[in-house]
C-alpha cells in the first residue's frame, strides 16, 4: 500500500526527491508523513503534511526538506537539499506519530546515502 523510492547516494550538499505512492483508500483521508531509520536508531518522523496541506518538519531537517503531495496521484513527495552524511538512512512514508497496529503496513523504504 506504500511504496517508497528515490533514493540513491549523493554527495554532501547534494539533493534527492523521494517519491511514495499510496493507494486512493490511505491517501484522500490521512495526512502523510516521512520516516527515517538510520542504523542503530530508532525510527523517526522527519516530515509531514496533513490532508488540507500543513506541513510540520523536525529541526534537524527544516529549511533543508520539503514535503509535498499530488492529490491526483495518490503521491507524496520528500525534496531533500543540502544533505547532510547524517541524513543517511532508509527513508519510509506511513501515517504521521503513527505506532504500531496504528501504523499502515511499512514497505521497504528507500536508501538515502550521503557520502564524498
Known amino acids: 500500500q506504500l511504496q517508497a523510492s528515490g533514493g540513491g547516494l549523493v554527495q554532501p550538499g547534494g539533493s534527492l526527491r523521494l517519491s511514495c505512492a499510496a493507494s486512493?483508500?490511505?491517501?484522500?483521508?490521512?495526512?502523510m508523513g516521512w520516516y527515517r531509520q538510520a542504523p542503530g536508531k530508532q525510527r523517526a518522523l522527519v516530515a509531514s503534511?496533513?490532508?488540507?496541506?500543513?506541513?510540520v518538519y523536525a529541526d534537524s531537517v527544516k529549511g533543508r526538506f520539503t514535503i509535498s503531495r499530488d492529490n491526483a496521484k495518490n503521491t507524496v513527495y520528500l525534496q531533500m537539499n543540502s544533505l547532510k552524511p547524517e541524513d543517511t538512512a532508509v527513508y519510509y512514508c506511513?501515517?504521521?506519530?503513527?505506532?504500531?497496529?496504528?501504523?499502515?503496513?511499512w514497505g521497504q523504504g528507500t536508501q538515502v546515502t550521503v557520502s564524498s
Open positions: 506511513n501515517r504521521p506519530y503513527c505506532s504500531g497496529d496504528g501504523c499502515y503496513p
Open positions: 503534511i496533513a490532508s488540507g496541506g500543513s506541513t
Open positions: 486512493g483508500s490511505i491517501f484522500s483521508i490521512n495526512g
